[in-house]
């Protein structure tokens, strides 16, 4: 790719995983464009990246479709897009309120949908749509339902997408993390977690992700549209067969 540093979109920026995401890129030198719910804790990272920042929430869909072209318009360009947006929810599928199992679907499933299709004609061809899934997708556990199939709808959208832009290169990353050790499952929307074993490393993982992903910008493999990804966690969504 040209000597310019890379032009990122984070969704979820001030998030967990948006915030260790965001000092990964950085330290690779990638120029940032940060959206995130929380007001103060973007104006916090604006003052690390000194880039443009856009305070979004997942229910305005429409703004949340208006976020690949800002930061198009923001960055002069864009390579990549990463959502990390999400929110856990637990207990028996009869018993979870409509309220929470629309939350669970909005947060999870809708705003990482709008966010990327309008990303779709906003980064350029070789770059990259990504957005964390979970290892739930392959393994929901009983009590998870509405949860898991919120990010296995994102997870179903993402590998239909990878086939729709594969002749413009753009890898579709399905990034299917582990139980990572953030306190997301303590922060649930409804129910309590059913026992987990110790969270992962999330400074491992989204750096292993992030690898990848700025990879794939440096110079894919012909003939593919997503990065070879190192382990299962970071499962191209190209792998979707036709």
């Given amino acids: 790719m040209a000597d310019q540093a890379p032009r990122v979109l984070v969704v979820g920026a001030t998030g967990a995983l948006g915030r260790i995401a965001v000092h990964e890129f950085l330290a690779h030198g990638v120029r940032l464009a940060l959206a995130g719910r929380d007001r103060a804790g973007l104006a916090d990272l604006a003052a690390t990246t000194g880039g443009p920042t856009r305070v979004l929430d997942a229910y305005d869909l429409d703004t949340c479709t208006a976020s690949g072209p800002w930061a198009l318009s923001a960055l002069g360009g864009l390579d990549g897009v990463l959502v990390t947006i999400g929110v856990a929810g637990f207990g028996p599928a009869a018993t979870v309120p409509n309220a929470a199992a629309e939350h669970l679907m909005t947060v999870n499933a809708l705003c990482p949908m709008a966010v990327l299709r309008g990303a779709v ?54 990034a299917r993390l582990p139980h990572l050790d953030t306190g997301f499952a303590s922060r649930a929307v409804v129910g309590s977690p059913p026992p987990l074993q110790p969270g992962a490393d999330p400074v491992m993982h989204v750096r292993g992700l992030l690898g990848d992903l700025l990879g794939h910008l440096a110079g894919p493999v012909p003939g593919r549209s997503a990065p070879a990804h190192r382990s299962g966690p970071y499962a191209p969504a190209t792998s979707s067969p036709d």
Avoid: M, Q
């Fill in 121 to 174: 004609p906003a980064v350029r061809d070789g770059g990259f749509l990504a957005a964390v899934t979970g290892a739930i997708v392959n393994a929901p556990l009983t009590g998870t339902a509405d949860y898991a199939a919120s990010k296995a709808a994102l997870a179903c959208w993402l590998g239909v997408l990878a086939r729709e832009v594969r002749t413009r290169r753009v890898a579709v990353v399905d």
